[in-house]
């Protein structure tokens, strides 16, 4: 998903982006970008020539977003499920409350090694910059990622 928006702050590859506003934000569920009044962190991972106040497109890679959510989401509960199953292996009395409690540890271990692995991963999660955009008198003009007008 490719987004525009104004750059606002630079801190080295660390950049502060205030996104448009599109008819589809109405719709969207995500209100992240509503409440911190549209600006997002961006990475100039390509180190594309930018100043504050440049008009940029930059990308959300769907993949990132997948890989985070499988990371904090999906290995808590599958840690939950295999702990679980192991207290009820490893205690088989009549009662849940070993595997209940195997099946928190795996949950609170999953949990933390996710959101460390996500942490390490930081840079590589956030949106990218791809090109800056220049407005001409007939429109915006296409600029590649280098800086130079095509």
Known sequence: MTERGIVKEIQGKLVTVQLEMTAACGACGNNGCKSSRNCLQAYNRDEVAIAEGD???IQVEG???LEGAL???????ALFAGGYVAGRALFPTG???????????GLVIG?????LVQKGK???TLPKILRVIHADAGGPAEVDEGGGEI
């Open 95 to 105: 009662t849940e409350a070993p595997a209940a409690l195997a099946g928190l540890a």
């Open 122 to 124: 930081r840079l590589d």
């Open 111 to 115: 949990v933390v090694v996710g959101v």
């Open 63 to 65: 993949k990132a977003q």
């Open 71 to 77: 990371w904090v989401l999906g290995l808590p509960l």
């Open 55 to 57: 008009e940029v497109e």
